[in-house]
């Protein structure tokens, strides 16, 4: 094949070649991808599918053919695809575990937003986080709201005389029970 080249472009053949091949599999893909949208548009029309479903069904195709194609043009420059996958998989199971460890914490920082936005309570409110409807549940007075919990300095009825205790009781919380709120 080096013979069909001038002798000054030997040396950049190891650099043409791929590159040639990289950019015919793109634009084969782009071909591809336009021929398929075209088809799945007239399927569309034909059988008069839902908008919904033939834009989704277009990302999805556009998605997996380029997807094939930069596999292909990796596959061209010597990147293994059984590389990529197991690298792939191997954060995607560190980021699966990661998020279900911060998945509490996050929910209650998430909730300290929705409280401070929506103002359901603020400090120096009495609040009673309720059970169920008929029986009682935590009460006091808000004294402190941080990013994970809402700090109540517990109410106890007239006449009874127990040291105020603290409850310390997560943000999210407020959003999974009833919340009732004295003025």
Not at 35 to 62: C, D, F, H, K, N
Not at 93 to 122: E, H, K, P
Not at 146 to 172: C, D, F, R, W
């Amino acid at each position: 094949m080096k013979e069909w080249f001038p002798a000054w472009a030997h040396d950049w053949l190891d650099v043409i070649v791929p590159t040639t091949q990289v950019l015919l599999i793109l634009v084969g893909a782009w071909l591809l991808r336009t021929l398929v949208r075209q088809l799945i548009q007239r399927l569309g029309q034909r059988y008069a599918l839902p908008r919904e479903v033939v834009i989704m069904t277009r990302r999805l195709s556009g998605f997996l053919i380029y997807l094939a194609a930069v596999l292909a043009a990796l596959g061209r420059f010597g990147v293994s695809g059984s590389v990529l996958w197991t690298a792939f998989t191997g954060f995607a199971a560190v980021a699966a575990v990661a998020f279900f460890a911060a998945w509490s914490v996050l929910s209650n920082i998430f909730c300290t937003l929705l409280i401070a936005i929506t103002g359901s309570f603020r400090i120096g409110d009495q609040i009673e986080l309720v059970e169920a409807s008929d029986k009682p549940g935590a009460k006091g007075r808000v004294i402190d709201i941080n990013l994970i919990y809402t700090t109540l300095e517990e109410v106890h009825e007239e006449g009874v005389q127990k040291p105020a205790a603290m409850l310390q009781i997560p943000n999210s919380q407020f959003f999974q029970r009833i919340l009732r709120r004295y003025r």
